[in-house]
Structures are given as C-alpha cells and as structure tokens.
RNA sequence: GACCCCGUAGCUCAGCAGGAUAGAGCGCAGGAUUCCUAAUCCUGAGGCCAUGAGUUCGAAUCUCAUCGGGGUCACCA
C-alpha cells in the first residue's frame, strides 16, 4: 500500500468532480509527499498550485475548496491550506495501522509497483572489453547497472541485462598476438612482450591451455589460422575471467552480445547501412578538422558520414575508415538498431566517464534507427578515486599491474563495495577510501544499516529468551493488537516504513538506485532512535515482559522494519546478516 | 576552440520535471547503557547553496554568462 499514490488519486478526482475541464496533464504534475517538516502533517500536496494557473483561478482558492472535500474523509483528521497554497494533511492513525498491515501481508513484494507497465526495456552495463580481468574502473557501472536494472524489474519493467562484447576490433588481434607469445612460452620459448602488448599474467594460463590443446601443432600452422584459433580460446577464457569477477559481485546479465556477429558480409552492419542509406541518413562528405588542436594525422578526405546532426548531435560522423573498415560507432548504431528490431523501445546505457563525448551520438544512433520510437538513458558513472587513508592510491602501470576488481573485493567485501559505489549519486566523481569501507562503525554506512537489520534479529533472540512461552511466529505476529501502536515513537517508525513505496517508485522511474541505499540509511535510523528511547521511556521497549500483548505489537513493527530494510538491500544486492560478527 | 559532469557546513555528500525556516554523517563541544551488540542514541555550534544577471507569485533547483575542479574531442574501442 503506497498512501501517497492513493491520496495523489484522490486529490485527482476530488479535483475533476471540482473542474470538469482540468486536463490530465495539469493533473499528472500533482505530487503528494512528505512535507519538508514534518510539523506541516503527515502527507502535503502541490496540487492547488499546480492546477490553478490552467483553470485562471486563485491557487488558494482552489486549495481551500479541494480542502473542504476532504474534512469529512475518515482517514483525514486534519486538512489545512499553508504557504502560498499547499494542503497539508494529518492521517488518522487506523490509515497507518493498515499500512503495516500491508507490509506484512506483502512481504517482499512490499514496494513492488507497476510503474513500468510491463514494457520492455534494455538494461547494457559494464561492455568492458574483453582483453582481461575487470578493473576497478569498471566496477562502478557493474554495480550501478546491475542495481538499476533489478529496481526497474522491481517497478514492472521487463528486463534484459545485457553485455555487450567488445571482440571485433584491433585490441583483439593484438590480444590474440599476446596469447601466442604466452603459448610459445609455455613451449618452453624465452619470450620479451613487445610494448603495445598484453602483458598481463592472466594469459599465461591460457597459453598453457592451448598448449595442452595443440600441442605445438599451432607454431606449424599459418599465422592467420593459428590467430584465429587463439582468438576464439582467448575470447572464451576473458569472459569467463570476466564473468566470474562478476560473479564475485554477485552481477549476472542475461544476454552476452558478440559485436563480432554484426560485421561479416551481409551481417548487421551491412545491412544497417544499406537501411541507413535508403532512409537519406548517409552521405559522403568531408568534416571539418576539431577546432583548437588539430591532430598531427589529420586527413581531409571525403567520407562515409552518418546525419548525426539531424538528430542532435554536434557533427555528422564517420562509419567508415580510412582503411575500409567499419568504425566503432558503425557497429554500435548496428547493434542499437538489433536492439529496437529485438523489441526494446526502451534502453539505458551504463558508460564510464571517458565516454561522455559519446552520448549524443549514441542518442542520435537510437532516434534515427527508431524513427524516433525508441529512448535511450546513458547514465555516464563518473571515476572513482582510490583512496588509503585519505591518500591517493597509486596505481603501478607496470605488467597489467591495475587495481582489479577481485582485489577490491577481496579486501573489503562484496555487500561494502556495492553499497558504497550506490551511495552516492552517479554523475559526481567519487573517492573510494578502503579504511573506511572497512571501517565498522557508523562512518560506513553499509554497516549502520546491516546492523539495523541485525538488530531486528537480535529483539526476536532476546524475547526468546525473555518470555519463551510468547508465540512469535508469523501469524501470530499478523494477528497482533496493532492498534496498540499508538505512540508518536511508534507512528513515527511506520510513517518511515510508509515511504518505502514512493522512494523505490521514483528512483526507478529517475534510473537514481542511489535513492534507495539514502533511504535505507535513513530507516535504519529511525529504528536506531527507536531504540534509544527504549532507554528513557520503558512503555517505548521492544520487549516488556509484562505485557505480551504490547510485546507482540512491536515485534510486528520490528517484523516489519526488517521487511522493508531486507526489500531494499535485496534491490542493491546487499545481504542482511542476521548477526554481525 | 567545442562538448559533458561537478561546485551546498571545516571534510565527505543528500536535496534539483521550482515550493513553506536548506539536511545527514564525519570532525568539534557536551550528554545518555537495570530491553538489545555503545557497531547505538540525544543536544549544540557551524551556510551570501561558487559569482553575476534573467524567467515568476516563489529559484540551491530552470536559462544565460563568468570563475574554479574533473572528463572527453575525425579514422581508438
């Protein structure tokens, strides 16, 4: 139950029974939320405001006559016209008591919406190429990616996750050189890595593995053929590498995409721009060289150019290059179009920050491949600086000597790395301090909350062992006095669990997981406080040996706290220990 | 030269399809344990929301300019 999309439906139709002529769009723009202070009421709502200015009418006015239609409703206990025309209203407490009810009737699906309406929608994160192991660099968009696409499942998207491999280009013939180098030594060859190569030991074993494979049966082949039969291997043991550095941040995609089965005669490419060039979007031309710096190889020549400009970019640009080849974005626009024709209309891109220049292009690709049919998201993650202790972490360029994921994960843990890369929004650069991710205390936010989950574990222990003949099993909890939940401490908390369903909604719709790892934080503090008052005041405990019927009203609350904290570290892919160690 | 992101408390950051007195943590000063893991809680000090203009009933939020910081800039992927 989300009681700000029901009170916005409400004010709705108390707003057309009042206006029979307002429009559905002046009413989409109603926003019922929590206001700033809380002393203003539970729920207040900008309608008035909003829907004045098409009717010509005075917004308190209009507030004042859509406040009166609701001082009757039960579940109002006071509606009143602030400020410059807000309505602000007070709940009655039985509207509150429901939605813990409904929590524990929901469970996991408590948050759950439809917002998504069941569309499709194409989720591509991390398209890390495959020439090695992950690196931190990469562990960002993973996370927010991977976090962006369960929360849109969550609000009634059909998602796919996808992965695009990047196997088609140069760096993967220069790969496939470096495997080689490994095979012959692993032959038992003395062997110096060229500079320009791969030089990481992650390829040894795979040299071994062809080895025991080919023996040294491949040294005899041509070297084209030997290439290729090292680049279909190399390629299968990076994404393995790739996926089990995933698999570490427990990150799964549904589909793996081969930029390489788009090129080939009459592959995807070809015919993308055989569609392009009958749709008038390709012509040959001459670009102007960048302003400023021009580059020292610099070639004025007449190319293939895609109108990126008739659809929002800067400059036309190139599919073509100066060797014959196709260039990147040639592919891209191939494998976007693949995505519209697969059925999405909806897609987001998680790109890193060295890609910002390529999001207009990008959108320009989708509005031109869709006849404008299709959107497309990028969420650009900007770079994480690594820290120790406040310092900068220096990474060594030397032999692939990178920071890579695995290490980070290693040393601080999955559920710590996840949460802090979405605690923090993902169009700000940020600094990734290994002390405090470690740190347990209330400086790390993943633990402050875990512990909070924990600690609902901890009242059940401790009620165990206090009143050992109260039945706190779930149905007993569903049956509890709920109504004796009436004090302020006590709305407070549910009044905080209330929101859950609004801040998941509206984070989905905003592509924004980071909401969630806020809010989480939040609520984690409202049953901390909770808690602390249980110090002062003894009627505020959790468990009262004395009064089971009180007792079981709390552990429903508790019950439902854990719910809601266990929903939303779900959606992060956080767990939520019961105890912590 | 152009484009993208950022500039909010000493520090790290929320808040931004405009809304009522701008929030949190850390740090600093003081306090709280006869329910529970103090891994917690409470109180306080601390702000020209980078600067300047514009849009309007109303701007941290939108527009433009300026200044700072980061990223990128035909044919790499």
Redesign the pocket.
Known sequence: MNVFALFAARVADALKGLYPSITEEALS?I?VEP???A???DL?T?AA??VA?PLGKN?RDVASALADLFKADADVTSVEV?????I?FRLATPVWHEVLKSIAAQGGDFGRSNVGMGERVNVEYVSA?PTGPMHVGHTRGAVFGDALASLMAYSGYDVTREYYI?D????IDTLARSTMLRYREALGETIEIPPGFYPGDYLVPVGEALKAEFGSSLLEKPEAEALSLVKDRVLAAMMDLIRSDLAKLNIHHDVFFS?RQLHGQGGDIDLTLEWLRAEDMIYQGR?EP????T?E???D?E?TLFRATNYGD?VD??L????G?Y???AADIAYHRNKYLRGFNHMVNVLG????????RLKAAVKAVSHGEADIDVR?C??VRLMKNGEPFKMSKRSGDLVLLSDVVDEVGSDATRFMLLY??N?????FDFAVVKE????NPV??VQ?AH??TY??F??VAE?MPGLDTSASALAAADISLLSSEADLELIKALAQWPRIVA?AA??H?P??VA?YL?EL??AF??F??????DVA????NADDSMLTTARLALVGAVRQVLVNGLTLLGVSAPE???
Do not use: C
């Open positions: 723009r926003v206001p700033r202070d002393a203003h009421g207040s900008n405001m909003v200015k917004p602030a400020g410059p025309g807000f602000n190429n990047n088609a280009g140069s760096q930029e670009l960048p302003k400023g710096k580059p190889d610099w070639e020549r190319q800067d640009r190139p073509v290059k100066s060797n080849a260039t990147y974005f920050a060295d890609h910002s220049g390529y999001v207009s650009i900007q770079l923090r929004r169009d700000a650069a940020m600094d347990q205390t209330r400086d633990f402050y512990y924990a600690r901890s009242v222990r401790k206090e509206s719709s905003a924004e980071h909401r806020f934080y984690a503090s901390h406080g808690w602390a008052k249980g110090n002062q505020l405990r959790f468990v105890e912590l160690s």
